[in-house]
């Protein structure tokens, strides 16, 4: 008997609630369709707070409307700063518990929108540098377009650079090569794959890909300096510079790609298979490359370096040949004395202008301590010697 008055007890508990959730339920929908969100917010909330919500699809599809319309309001962001993600969570409950499907086409519909803006906000926290949520962003995104039997390129995108920047190459890999095999019309994703392969030393992957990119996307700069980039990395320098005088063609005034001939031109002088001719002819048009970087931007410090240092080893060289030669070679050692300071006076002002932009790297002042103590620079050699 006592069993019995428990049972029913229990039962006009459950009772009670379950009118309550109904009724809170019915509040919030007829505030929602008022426009007044504060109190729709207020009922659905208390609704779904039921122990009865929890097999309720009709409470979980009133509730991802109302925190979807809030999401698309700015001025509720303090009120519901997280809208966003329980409208994409009510939506998917109330599918998961819509055994009837009778929202089934309403959900989709607006679990597109959803999608939309969780894209939206994955951008925002890429640009904040938060790569983390920006990749809980992109991929539910990329799950709302599965859903829906649509494929979201640009949220795989997202995810895959996400994936990049943490530098989690086997994903970042799967998902750019998923892009390029359904045709993703974007030449970034063959510059990015390229890269990731040459960083895990698969070359042949990393120049087909490249390759594939510039066929589909011909003269495209970004991709020829890549593919001139990749060159490089394979010591394929006569290509690279192939690649970067095309590229040049059609940005005379990039600085990045004045730069990167200056770097290559620099690589083959040091290439001893070559004949000193060639070797000097390389030296040259380095120091031209490197000049005409400079002209555009003369604050660029790597070619300011880089131009010093040509100078700065040739006239190391003949220093170094100067004291090789016996003591009977006097003329012979004096000339090549002066040609060695000679250089180095070439050098000096690159360095210098260079140490303007930056006066603690410490190879840089180091090497104008050595120029500074062989011109006899010596209050400049006291002055570079205080910041050693």
């Given at each position: 008997?006592?069993?019995?008055i428990?049972?029913l007890?229990?039962?006009?508990?459950?009772g009670v609630s379950?009118?309550?959730m109904k009724k809170d339920r019915t509040?919030?929908?007829?505030y929602w369709?008022?426009?007044?969100?504060?109190?729709?917010?207020e009922?659905?909330?208390?609704?779904?707070?039921?122990p009865?919500?929890a097999?309720?699809?009709k409470?979980w599809?009133y509730?991802?409307?109302i925190?979807l319309d809030l999401?698309l309001k700015?001025?509720f962001?303090?009120?519901?700063p997280?809208?966003?993600?329980?409208?994409f969570d009510?939506?998917?409950k109330?599918?998961?518990?819509?055994v009837?499907?009778?929202?089934?086409s309403?959900?989709?519909l607006?679990?597109?929108?959803?999608?939309?803006?969780l894209?939206?906000?994955?951008i925002?926290?890429?640009?904040?540098?938060?790569?983390?949520?920006?990749?809980?962003?992109f991929?539910?995104?990329?799950?709302?377009?599965k859903?829906?039997n649509?494929i979201?390129?640009?949220?795989?995108?997202?995810?895959?650079l996400?994936y990049?920047?943490?530098n989690?190459?086997p994903?970042?890999?799967?998902?750019y090569s998923?892009?390029?095999g359904?045709?993703?019309?974007e030449p970034?994703?063959?510059?990015?794959?390229c890269m990731?392969?040459?960083?895990?030393?698969?070359?042949?992957?990393?120049?087909?890909?490249?390759?594939?990119?510039l066929?589909k996307?011909p003269?495209n700069?970004?991709?020829?300096?890549?593919q001139?980039?990749?060159?490089i990395?394979?010591?394929?320098?006569?290509?690279a510079?192939e690649?970067l005088k095309?590229?040049?063609?059609?940005?005379?005034?990039?600085?990045?790609?004045?730069?990167a001939?200056g770097?290559t031109?620099d690589?083959?002088?040091?290439d001893t298979?070559l004949?000193l001719?060639k070797r000097?002819?390389?030296?040259?048009?380095?120091?031209k490359?490197y000049e005409n970087t400079i002209?555009?931007d003369?604050?660029y410090?790597?070619?300011?370096?880089?131009?010093g240092v040509?100078?700065?080893?040739?006239g190391?060289d003949y220093?170094?040949?100067?004291n090789?030669l016996?003591?009977?070679?006097?003329k012979?050692?004096?000339e090549?004395?002066?040609n060695g300071k000679?250089?180095l006076?070439k050098a000096l002002?690159y360095?210098e202008?260079?140490e303007?932009?930056?006066?603690?790297?410490?190879q840089?002042?180091v090497s104008l301590?050595?120029?500074?103590t062989?011109l006899e620079?010596?209050d400049k050699?006291k002055a570079?010697?205080?910041k050693?």
């Amino acid at each position: 008997m006592k069993r019995n008055i428990l049972v029913l007890a229990c039962l006009l508990i459950f009772g009670v609630s379950f009118a309550q959730m109904k009724k809170d339920r019915t509040s919030a929908y007829n505030y929602w369709q008022k426009g007044d969100l504060v109190k729709a917010k207020e009922y659905i909330d208390k609704a779904t707070a039921y122990p009865e919500a929890a097999t309720d699809a009709k409470v979980w599809f009133y509730k991802g409307g109302i925190y979807l319309d809030l999401q698309l309001k700015p001025e509720f962001k303090i009120l519901a700063p997280d809208a966003l993600n329980v409208a994409f969570d009510s939506y998917n409950k109330s599918k998961e518990l819509d055994v009837k499907n009778e929202y089934k086409s309403d959900i989709m519909l607006r679990m597109q929108t959803i999608g939309g803006q969780l894209f939206n906000e994955g951008i925002n926290y890429f640009q904040a540098n938060d790569v983390d949520n920006a990749q809980k962003y992109f991929d539910r995104a990329i799950q709302i377009g599965k859903d829906n039997n649509v494929i979201d390129t640009l949220a795989i995108y997202g995810s895959a650079l996400c994936y990049e920047k943490k530098n989690d190459k086997p994903k970042a890999i799967a998902l750019y090569s998923d892009l390029v095999g359904m045709q993703m019309k974007e030449p970034s994703i063959y510059s990015s794959l390229c890269m990731l392969y040459k960083e895990t030393g698969d070359f042949a992957k990393a120049t087909s890909t490249i390759n594939d990119g510039l066929a589909k996307f011909p003269g495209n700069n970004d991709l020829i300096i890549n593919q001139a980039n990749l060159y490089i990395s394979s010591n394929q320098h006569d290509k690279a510079l192939e690649s970067l005088k095309i590229a040049k063609e059609k940005e005379p005034g990039n600085t990045s790609i004045l730069y990167a001939i200056g770097v290559t031109y620099d690589l083959l002088k040091n290439d001893t298979n070559l004949s000193l001719e060639k070797r000097n002819y390389y030296f040259t048009e380095a120091v031209k490359a490197y000049e005409n970087t400079i002209s555009v931007d003369p604050k660029y410090f790597d070619a300011l370096f880089n131009l010093g240092v040509l100078y700065f080893n040739k006239g190391g060289d003949y220093i170094n040949e100067a004291n090789k030669l016996p003591l009977s070679k006097e003329k012979e050692y004096q000339e090549f004395l002066a040609n060695g300071k000679e250089n180095l006076r070439k050098a000096l002002p690159y360095f210098e202008s260079a140490e303007t932009l930056n006066g603690t790297d410490k190879q840089l002042l180091v090497s104008l301590k050595e120029i500074y103590t062989r011109l006899e620079m010596m209050d400049k050699l006291k002055a570079v010697n205080a910041k050693l």
